[in-house]
Protein backbone atom coordinates (compact mmCIF):
# COMPACT_ATOMS: atom_id res chain seq x y z
CA UNK A 1 0.00 0.00 0.00
CA UNK A 2 1.90 3.51 -1.22
CA UNK A 3 2.44 5.28 1.75
CA UNK A 4 -0.42 8.51 2.38
CA UNK A 5 1.47 11.77 1.57
CA UNK A 6 1.55 14.09 4.17
CA UNK A 7 0.06 17.58 3.95
CA UNK A 8 2.20 20.27 4.33
CA UNK A 9 1.13 22.77 7.53
CA UNK A 10 0.82 26.69 6.63
CA UNK A 11 3.90 27.18 8.45
CA UNK A 12 6.42 25.03 7.02
CA UNK A 13 9.99 23.92 8.56
CA UNK A 14 12.81 25.03 5.87
CA UNK A 15 16.01 23.97 6.53
CA UNK A 16 19.03 26.57 4.80
CA UNK A 17 22.73 25.78 5.22
CA UNK A 18 25.21 28.34 4.52
CA UNK A 19 22.31 30.79 6.08
CA UNK A 20 24.65 32.90 7.77
CA UNK A 21 25.62 36.00 5.28
CA UNK A 22 25.11 36.22 1.49
CA UNK A 23 22.34 34.26 -0.57
CA UNK A 24 21.84 31.92 2.14
CA UNK A 25 20.88 34.73 4.53
CA UNK A 26 18.46 36.21 1.64
CA UNK A 27 16.73 32.83 1.54
CA UNK A 28 16.40 32.89 5.30
CA UNK A 29 14.72 36.47 5.52
CA UNK A 30 12.63 35.55 1.77
CA UNK A 31 11.29 32.42 3.55
CA UNK A 32 9.83 34.06 6.56
CA UNK A 33 8.60 36.87 4.73
CA UNK A 34 6.38 34.33 2.30
CA UNK A 35 5.32 32.15 5.14
CA UNK A 36 4.50 33.71 8.47
CA UNK A 37 5.68 31.87 11.01
CA UNK A 38 7.90 29.38 9.38
CA UNK A 39 9.80 27.35 11.46
CA UNK A 40 13.61 28.37 9.85
CA UNK A 41 16.39 25.81 10.60
CA UNK A 42 19.62 28.28 9.53
CA UNK A 43 22.65 26.03 9.37
CA UNK A 44 25.90 27.43 9.13
CA UNK A 45 29.56 27.37 11.03
CA UNK A 46 29.16 31.13 12.05
CA UNK A 47 27.06 31.32 15.35
CA UNK A 48 27.15 34.84 15.72
CA UNK A 49 26.52 35.76 12.18
CA UNK A 50 23.48 32.90 12.56
CA UNK A 51 21.83 34.74 15.54
CA UNK A 52 21.69 38.17 13.80
CA UNK A 53 20.26 36.20 10.70
CA UNK A 54 17.88 34.24 13.24
CA UNK A 55 16.90 37.54 15.11
CA UNK A 56 16.01 39.36 11.54
CA UNK A 57 13.90 35.98 10.67
CA UNK A 58 12.11 36.34 13.79
CA UNK A 59 11.16 40.12 13.75
CA UNK A 60 9.31 38.93 10.15
CA UNK A 61 7.45 36.56 12.59
CA UNK A 62 9.21 33.58 11.96
CA UNK A 63 10.66 31.35 14.12
CA UNK A 64 13.77 30.78 13.43
CA UNK A 65 16.42 28.97 15.27
CA UNK A 66 20.71 28.37 14.50
CA UNK A 67 22.15 25.28 13.78
CA UNK A 68 25.90 25.44 14.15
CA UNK A 69 27.89 23.01 11.80
CA UNK A 70 30.12 22.43 9.70
CA UNK A 71 28.54 20.63 6.46
CA UNK A 72 31.33 19.10 5.17
CA UNK A 73 31.86 16.98 8.60
CA UNK A 74 29.92 13.76 8.43
CA UNK A 75 30.17 13.58 11.67
CA UNK A 76 28.65 16.78 12.58
CA UNK A 77 25.56 16.48 9.29
CA UNK A 78 25.15 13.27 10.70
CA UNK A 79 23.88 14.90 14.01
CA UNK A 80 21.86 17.79 12.66
CA UNK A 81 18.32 15.80 12.16
CA UNK A 82 18.24 14.57 15.35
CA UNK A 83 19.01 18.60 16.66
CA UNK A 84 16.71 20.03 14.27
CA UNK A 85 14.15 17.28 14.92
CA UNK A 86 14.11 18.11 18.98
CA UNK A 87 14.16 21.98 18.76
CA UNK A 88 11.35 22.23 16.37
CA UNK A 89 9.39 18.68 17.63
CA UNK A 90 9.23 17.57 13.94
CA UNK A 91 10.02 14.44 12.32
CA UNK A 92 11.93 16.44 9.09
CA UNK A 93 12.05 19.82 7.98
CA UNK A 94 9.56 20.17 4.52
CA UNK A 95 11.87 21.83 2.64
CA UNK A 96 16.20 21.16 2.46
CA UNK A 97 17.61 24.19 0.78
CA UNK A 98 21.27 23.02 -0.10
CA UNK A 99 22.93 26.54 -0.67
CA UNK A 100 26.23 26.39 1.54
CA UNK A 101 29.09 27.03 -1.02
CA UNK A 102 32.42 28.73 -1.50
CA UNK A 103 34.06 30.55 -4.36
CA UNK A 104 37.85 30.68 -5.24
CA UNK A 105 38.39 31.76 -9.16
CA UNK A 106 41.67 30.44 -10.43
CA UNK A 107 42.22 28.80 -13.83
CA UNK A 108 43.24 24.69 -13.82
CA UNK A 109 47.18 25.37 -14.50
CA UNK A 110 46.92 27.44 -11.14
CA UNK A 111 44.69 25.63 -9.07
CA UNK A 112 46.41 23.66 -6.52
CA UNK A 113 45.01 20.20 -4.90
CA UNK A 114 43.96 22.07 -1.74
CA UNK A 115 42.24 24.28 -3.47
CA UNK A 116 40.27 21.73 -5.76
CA UNK A 117 39.73 19.46 -2.78
CA UNK A 118 38.13 22.30 -1.10
CA UNK A 119 35.49 23.78 -3.71
CA UNK A 120 34.90 19.82 -3.85
CA UNK A 121 34.12 19.65 -0.59
CA UNK A 122 32.07 22.74 0.16
CA UNK A 123 29.74 22.51 -2.96
CA UNK A 124 29.41 19.43 -3.55
CA UNK A 125 30.45 16.70 -0.46
CA UNK A 126 28.13 19.42 1.74
CA UNK A 127 25.20 18.81 -0.37
CA UNK A 128 25.40 15.32 -0.07
CA UNK A 129 26.02 14.99 3.47
CA UNK A 130 23.11 16.41 4.18
CA UNK A 131 20.69 15.19 1.61
CA UNK A 132 21.57 12.10 2.69
CA UNK A 133 20.67 12.61 6.45
CA UNK A 134 17.50 13.77 5.57
CA UNK A 135 16.66 11.50 2.94
CA UNK A 136 15.56 8.91 4.88
CA UNK A 137 13.01 10.77 6.67
CA UNK A 138 11.70 12.28 3.42
CA UNK A 139 11.11 8.32 2.13
CA UNK A 140 9.42 7.74 5.20
CA UNK A 141 6.93 11.09 4.76
CA UNK A 142 6.25 11.13 1.11
CA UNK A 143 6.63 14.19 0.58
CA UNK A 144 9.32 17.38 0.67
CA UNK A 145 11.54 19.06 -1.44
CA UNK A 146 15.13 19.32 -1.70
CA UNK A 147 16.63 22.66 -3.48
CA UNK A 148 20.20 22.55 -4.67
CA UNK A 149 22.00 26.03 -5.27
CA UNK A 150 24.00 25.25 -8.05
CA UNK A 151 25.52 28.04 -10.30
CA UNK A 152 25.69 29.13 -14.32
CA UNK A 153 29.22 27.51 -13.68
CA UNK A 154 27.48 24.07 -13.68
CA UNK A 155 25.55 24.59 -16.69
CA UNK A 156 28.69 25.44 -18.74
CA UNK A 157 32.59 26.48 -18.33
CA UNK A 158 33.63 29.43 -17.34
CA UNK A 159 37.57 31.20 -17.95
CA UNK A 160 39.22 31.45 -14.55
CA UNK A 161 37.47 28.61 -12.33
CA UNK A 162 38.07 25.41 -13.17
CA UNK A 163 37.92 24.11 -9.66
CA UNK A 164 34.59 26.25 -8.68
CA UNK A 165 32.72 24.84 -12.08
CA UNK A 166 33.82 21.08 -11.77
CA UNK A 167 32.54 21.29 -8.05
CA UNK A 168 29.27 22.75 -9.31
CA UNK A 169 29.16 20.45 -12.40
CA UNK A 170 28.95 17.88 -9.68
CA UNK A 171 26.54 19.27 -7.70
CA UNK A 172 24.01 19.40 -10.99
CA UNK A 173 24.38 15.76 -11.58
CA UNK A 174 23.68 14.97 -7.76
CA UNK A 175 20.40 16.84 -8.13
CA UNK A 176 19.72 15.15 -11.14
CA UNK A 177 20.70 11.93 -9.77
CA UNK A 178 18.04 12.40 -6.75
CA UNK A 179 15.91 13.28 -9.02
CA UNK A 180 15.81 10.22 -11.67
CA UNK A 181 15.63 8.07 -7.67
CA UNK A 182 12.87 9.62 -6.36
CA UNK A 183 10.44 10.21 -8.76
CA UNK A 184 7.20 9.00 -8.07
CA UNK A 185 7.75 9.26 -4.12
CA UNK A 186 5.92 12.90 -3.36
CA UNK A 187 9.43 14.04 -3.35
CA UNK A 188 10.73 17.26 -5.85
CA UNK A 189 14.18 18.38 -6.57
CA UNK A 190 15.17 21.93 -7.76
CA UNK A 191 18.04 22.62 -9.10
CA UNK A 192 19.04 26.68 -9.73
CA UNK A 193 21.46 27.75 -11.23
CA UNK A 194 22.57 31.16 -10.68
CA UNK A 195 24.55 33.89 -12.23
CA UNK A 196 26.49 36.40 -10.74
CA UNK A 197 25.12 37.54 -7.33
CA UNK A 198 25.92 40.90 -5.72
CA UNK A 199 27.21 38.81 -2.10
CA UNK A 200 30.49 39.22 -0.07
CA UNK A 201 32.28 37.13 -2.25
CA UNK A 202 32.84 39.83 -4.91
CA UNK A 203 33.61 42.38 -1.84
CA UNK A 204 37.20 43.21 -3.04
CA UNK A 205 36.16 42.36 -6.77
CA UNK A 206 36.50 45.16 -9.40
CA UNK A 207 33.41 44.52 -10.79
CA UNK A 208 30.40 46.76 -11.78
CA UNK A 209 27.76 46.00 -8.91
CA UNK A 210 25.03 47.13 -11.09
CA UNK A 211 25.52 44.08 -13.29
CA UNK A 212 25.09 41.21 -10.36
CA UNK A 213 22.21 40.16 -9.51
CA UNK A 214 20.64 41.55 -6.04
CA UNK A 215 20.85 38.32 -3.48
CA UNK A 216 17.26 39.14 -2.34
CA UNK A 217 15.73 39.26 -5.80
CA UNK A 218 17.52 35.16 -6.27
CA UNK A 219 16.19 34.19 -2.91
CA UNK A 220 12.94 35.52 -4.41
CA UNK A 221 12.55 33.44 -7.09
CA UNK A 222 14.18 30.22 -4.74
CA UNK A 223 11.58 30.44 -2.38
CA UNK A 224 8.87 31.03 -5.13
CA UNK A 225 9.96 27.59 -6.71
CA UNK A 226 8.98 25.26 -3.37
CA UNK A 227 5.37 27.36 -3.00
CA UNK A 228 4.71 25.92 -6.82
CA UNK A 229 1.36 23.45 -6.04
CA UNK A 230 2.67 19.84 -4.74
CA UNK A 231 2.13 18.51 -8.55
CA UNK A 232 3.88 21.13 -10.21
CA UNK A 233 7.75 20.74 -10.06
CA UNK A 234 10.66 23.28 -11.59
CA UNK A 235 13.41 20.50 -12.53
CA UNK A 236 16.31 23.09 -13.16
CA UNK A 237 16.35 26.70 -13.30
CA UNK A 238 18.50 29.36 -14.83
CA UNK A 239 18.97 32.71 -13.35
CA UNK A 240 21.31 35.73 -14.92
CA UNK A 241 21.85 39.05 -14.43
CA UNK A 242 19.80 40.93 -16.78
CA UNK A 243 22.77 42.81 -18.37
CA UNK A 244 23.99 39.35 -19.17
CA UNK A 245 27.41 37.34 -17.97
CA UNK A 246 30.60 38.78 -17.30
Not at 11 to 23: F, K
Not at 91 to 111: C, M, R, S, Y
Request: proline share 5%; with cysteine; glycine share 8%.
Amino acid sequence: MPKKKASRSSAPLILVTGASQGLGEAIALACARRHPGARLALVARNASNLEAVAARCEKLGADAHGFVCDVTDQAAVSRLPAAVAKHFRADAPDIVINNAGAFTPAKLVDTDIETFDAMLSVNLRSAFLVTRAFLPAFHERGSGDFVFISSICGKIGLDGCAAYTAAKHGLTGLAAALRAETKGTGLRVIAVHPGAIDTPVWKNAPVDRARLMSAAGVAEAVVALTALPGDVVVEDVLLRPGPGDF
